[in-house]
């Protein structure tokens, strides 16, 4: 059972437009959730977090909205810039049950074209 | 520079001998851990440390095994490595002891077993 879903495995965006990713959850323990984003050949680094008191966090062209009803986050990118060209993943974690463990989506792949 | 380092980047290996994968971090961080990765699967846990001497599985430890015998050292062994874990593989640390302190990740190891 897919705990955390990426339902759109590409994206393309124009170069300036907004790029949005979205993520499901179905565990409604999960109440911390990163972002990741991996470039080829290299390890996911850390994007953005978001904890579950917050329905909003921002760092710069990033900003992360959680919707605790929905179980639906997503990751808004203001401008796209082809340097954003990457795969990103989205995480959850049960901090309040005490989880150590991250659970990951399967990546949606951000294509943004100059 | 912070890092954590794997070895080797790339593996071929036929079915049956056995392989380790090192994976050290110089943060001194407390909690390590090792992903795989696979297409269409995202990045699925398979063990993960949260101190010396202290490891347990993750979502996908069949096959495996991991020690932590120094806090800086994590590596994974495949005792008798068969096709189906040909993939590509991360090893992470974060500061903390859980899924929500932000993880450091290495470049990746991609194993083929033949």
Not at chain 1, 35 to 47: M, Q, R, S
Request: overall charge positive; hydrophobic content about 30%.
């Amino acid at each position: 059972d897919q705990q955390v879903k990426q339902n759109s495995p590409s994206l393309s965006v124009q170069e300036g437009r907004i790029s949005i990713l979205n993520c499901d959850y179905t565990n409604s323990m999960f109440d911390y959730f990163l972002w990741y984003k991996k470039y080829p050949a290299e390890g996911p680094t850390f994007l953005i977090s978001i904890s579950s008191i917050k329905d909003k966090n921002e760092d710069g062209r990033f900003t992360v909205f959680l919707n605790k009803s929905a179980k639906h986050l997503s990751l808004h990118i203001v401008p796209s810039q082809p340097g954003d060209s990457a795969v990103y993943f989205c995480a959850a974690s049960a901090r309040g049950a005490g989880s150590y463990q991250l659970t990951f989506g399967k990546g949606t792949k951000l294509s943004v074209i100059p | 520079e912070a890092q954590v380092t794997q070895n080797p980047r790339y593996l071929i290996t036929v079915t049956g001998k056995k392989l380790t994968v090192t994976c050290s971090q110089n943060m001194n961080h407390e909690y390590m851990s090792w992903y795989r990765q696979d297409p269409g699967l995202g990045l699925r846990q398979i063990y993960y440390s949260m101190n010396v001497e202290v490891t347990d599985k993750g979502d996908v430890p069949e096959g495996y095994k991991v020690s932590r015998k120094e806090k800086r050292n994590f590596p994974l062994i495949l005792e008798s490595p068969s096709p189906n874990q040909t993939s590509l593989y991360f090893c992470a640390s974060s500061l903390g002891q859980g899924g929500w302190y932000e993880q450091y990740f290495g470049p990746g190891t991609r194993l083929t077993v033949t």
